[in-house]
């Protein structure tokens, strides 16, 4: 089972395959015929390719956030059970509410009504403020949304440590930001280099989703999937 949010990401990951398979197979007949030198210019497929991985990071971060807000609010038993970052937000906004009667929107069941118009409200917002998919403005992002305080401590894997993940993550992001406002690198990229970069993408997803789903289950009781 896998979240909507990661569904997505996977179905995604078949137009990187088939940037990849177009690359390599230009490659392949290039190589055959040596009098037809392989046009560095062709790397452009591959550029694509990071452009779009990195978007599609960016939108699974976004889509798995908005599914564990909807989660919460649908599945945690009492206010009490809600993360404490996300109490103190709701307890914040409230107290700024010039309405005498404003707490009382949260008696009985009232509370999940107005987290649910407070989580609507800040979902432009926090879209907005998420305008670079970098380790540290992702985990602000969950922080904010879901009060995880840093789901990078779950980004260990292949024998790498969380501040590594992390500064692989940003180096991704800066080449993506140089592709999308120069065009061309310094250096062609490497079909081998844009699959390594799928696979990485696709284990530091799990390892996100797999964060955000202990925590959604240790405060509602149910699984995201």
């Keep these: 089972m896998a979240s909507n949010a990661r569904k997505a990401f996977d179905a995604n990951m078949k137009d990187i395959n088939a940037l990849?398979?177009?690359?390599?197979?230009?490659?392949?007949?290039?190589k055959d015929d040596p009098s037809n030198p392989f046009p560095q210019e062709y790397?452009?497929?591959?550029?694509?390719?990071?452009?779009?991985?990195?978007?599609?990071?960016?939108?699974?971060?976004?889509?798995?956030?908005?599914?564990?807000?909807?989660?919460?609010?649908?599945h945690v038993k009492s206010p009490n059970d809600l993360p404490k970052k996300i109490r103190k937000n709701l307890a914040a906004a409230l107290k700024q509410d010039k309405h005498d009667l404003a707490i009382w929107k949260l008696a009985g069941d009232g509370w999940r009504e107005e987290l649910?118009?407070?989580?609507?409200?800040?979902?432009?917002?926090r879209g907005r403020n998420f305008n670079t998919p970098k380790s540290q403005q992702t985990i602000g992002f969950i922080s904010s949304a879901l009060g995880i305080e840093d789901v990078s401590k779950s980004w260990t894997f292949d024998g790498r440590t969380s501040e590594a993940t992390k500064k692989l993550l940003d180096q991704i992001v800066v080449v993506r930001g140089k592709i999308a406002h120069r065009g061309k690198l310094t250096k062609p990229l490497t079909a081998k280099w844009v699959t390594e970069l799928r696979e990485f993408l696709e284990k530091l997803i799990s390892k996100t989703g797999g964060s955000i789903n202990t925590h959604l289950k240790a405060h509602t009781g149910k699984s995201l999937w």
Excluded: M, Q
């Design 43 to 74: 790397d452009v497929v591959l550029r694509s390719g990071v452009v779009l991985l990195v978007t599609y990071w960016e939108a699974y971060i976004e889509d798995i956030v908005a599914e564990a807000v909807e989660h919460l609010v649908n």
């Design 116 to 125: 649910k118009a407070r989580l609507a409200e800040s979902a432009e917002t």
């Design 20 to 30: 990849v398979d177009v690359f390599e197979t230009v490659e392949d007949i290039n």
